[in-house]
């Protein structure tokens, strides 16, 4: 076990924020959590990092963990003359070809020498990543990763995450709120609010009553996501690339967007097993 | 060479530069600036004690100041106050209080504007090696806690969930700030020490890509700004001070022009 929370509380301007909290992280474990706003995801995790100390009940981290920590919100002064790659070795130290790499993982190695003050918020979130990502760490926490990240690379880091997982062995804990994600790459999904609501496979808690109260009937059902093809890729300094060969010819009337291709459809995402076959190039070097 | 007056308030003042730059770049990261008028401040307390108890006047006021920074981050975990009225709080019953000691001591005649504005052209041969030792000594210390304090600058909770422990690195400097503002007390005197450690950081900024970059850079502007002060403080006959403040101020409007800096990306 790298972390674990024993009937974890904290108790801040008279009232408990999290209280009754027993969780565990194992390494090469993804467990989410989920719950409405100010449920106390954020404060659960700062528990299990040890950057809040428990008022009630324990917190026991492995002994010299390397911990990794995406926090959901950073806001750095402007006064603050900090580069991407300065940034990277915040805590740690990493040569020129560990950052590259990492960069590269969250396809921000353009960005290297870019001030951190000038990053979009999609990029920002994706160099908070790389940052996380650059030291091999045991122990992973990553409070709303992609926020603000566009929608193809929200899937392609959700993607990156797993593969960190698989590749490093290392234990993850993530909130987010999209659930449809989540279910599918989940080991084991917390529902917390305020207090440990309901827990287990994906499968079980998204059938479970407590779910179901919690985000409603239609989230429980709806767990399915919209497949679509891209016949072209954008890569991240802006220029395109064709990912199927297809004559310049036969793009629709629009102006560069193709009709959605005949094999879109619908799928619904499947808990229980995992797709961990990833064959995103963006995974292939980190 | 240390005979000459001026030569001795050159070499003074360079050796706080040297200081006042990284320790400054920090104040304006982490927005302490209002920190250091406080402690500055509270300086002149420091002075009172010192003559009242026959004491060594940095050593009083770097005591003082330790106790003063102590009793802030005390109160900021106890009261209700915000950090602002706290820090005003204390900046000016320390600076009270010291008026009035000083007054009661009727045997004492004390040059107030001296420790006011600085008294740079009467630094002995041992202030500067005070100057120059302190000097070095803050220089080492801070270069060791260079990482982990600007981890913290840049965010408290990663630099704590990442193993860094930053309340430690935190500390020191405070005791850091300290030793900085009873070594420059007489360079430029209690009101014009948050202005050497900020104005030259500040001008610095523009030309800066990363932290380190910023301090040495902040450090020229200080060394500059000390000469500059000095040789018109002898020219035009003003205080000696004030006229380094209004130099590094000048630095600083000249920081401003919007000129192309071929090294700089952005």
């Given at each position: 076990m790298l972390v674990s929370l024993e009937n974890a509380g904290i108790f801040r301007s008279n009232k408990w924020l999290v209280r009754g909290v027993s969780m565990g992280v194992e390494p090469g474990e993804i467990v989410t959590l989920i719950g409405p706003n100010g449920s106390g995801k954020s404060t659960t995790a700062k528990l299990a990092l040890g950057v809040l100390a428990t008022d009630e009940g324990t917190a026991s981290r492995k002994e010299k963990l390397r911990a990794s920590y995406v926090p959901q919100k950073l806001k750095l002064s402007p006064t603050l003359p900090l580069s991407v790659a300065r940034f990277l070795c915040l805590t740690n130290k990493a040569d020129r070809h560990q950052i590259t790499a990492a960069l590269r993982a969250t396809e921000?190695?353009?960005?290297?020498?870019?001030?951190?003050?000038?990053?979009?918020g999609g990029e920002f979130q994706r160099v908070l990543l790389a940052r996380a990502i650059l030291c091999s760490p045991e122990f992973l926490v990553l409070d709303e990763p992609v926020q603000g990240v566009d929608f193809n690379g929200e899937l392609a880091l959700y993607k990156l995450i797993e593969d960190i997982r698989n590749r490093l062995d290392c234990g993850i804990l993530l909130i987010s709120h999209d659930l449809h994600v989540v279910m599918s790459t989940t080991d084991r999904v917390i529902c917390l609010n305020g207090h440990v609501c309901c827990s287990g496979t994906p499968a079980n808690v998204a059938s479970s009553a407590e779910f179901k109260s919690l985000f409603g009937e239609r989230a429980a059902s709806g767990l399915a996501f919209y497949e679509h093809r891209h016949d072209h890729e954008h890569r991240p300094d802006g220029s395109i690339e064709t990912r199927d060969s297809a004559p310049d010819g036969r793009r629709g009337p629009e102006g560069g967007v193709s009709p959605p291709p005949a094999s879109q459809k619908i799928s619904s995402a499947n808990p229980a097993n995992p797709n961990r076959n990833n064959q995103d190039k963006v995974n292939q070097d980190v | 060479m240390f005979d000459d007056f001026f030569t001795r308030a050159l070499i003074g003042g360079i050796g706080v530069a040297l200081v006042a730059g990284p320790l400054g770049c920090f104040i304006i990261w982490r927005r302490l600036a209002y920190f250091g008028d406080t402690l500055s401040h509270s300086a002149l307390l420091g002075v009172a004690l010192a003559l009242l108890l026959e004491l060594n006047i940095t050593f009083a006021v770097f005591v003082v100041s330790v106790i003063v920074s102590l009793l802030l981050v005390i109160l900021q975990r106890?009261?209700?106050?915000s950090s602002d009225a706290l820090l005003g709080l204390l900046a000016h019953s320390a600076l009270a209080v010291g008026l009035v000691v000083l007054a009661f001591m009727t045997w004492v005649r004390v040059d107030l504007m001296g420790f006011l504005?600085?008294?740079?052209?009467?630094?002995?041969t041992f202030d500067l090696t005070l100057i120059w030792g302190g000097g070095l000594f803050v220089l080492a210390v801070l270069a060791r806690i260079w990482r982990p304090l600007f981890a913290a600058t840049v965010s408290y909770e990663l630099a704590t969930a990442e193993g860094i422990k930053p309340d430690q690195a935190n500390v020191i400097f405070m005791v850091l700030m300290a030793a900085v503002i009873a070594v420059s007390l007489k360079i430029v005197g209690v009101l014009l020490i948050t202005a050497l450690l900020i104005i030259p950081a500040a001008a610095a900024r523009r030309f800066a890509s990363s932290p380190e970059q910023m301090a040495v850079t902040a450090i020229v502007v200080g060394v500059v700004s000390v000469w500059l002060g000095l040789n018109g403080s002898l020219e035009f006959d003003t205080p000696a001070g004030p006229s380094i403040v209004v130099a590094a101020l000048l630095c600083f409007v000249l920081s401003l022009i919007p000129i192309k800096v071929p090294y700089l990306r952005k």
């Open positions: 921000t190695d353009h960005l290297a020498a870019e001030q951190m003050v000038n990053l979009s | 106890r009261a209700s106050l504005f600085g008294d740079i052209l009467s630094i002995t």
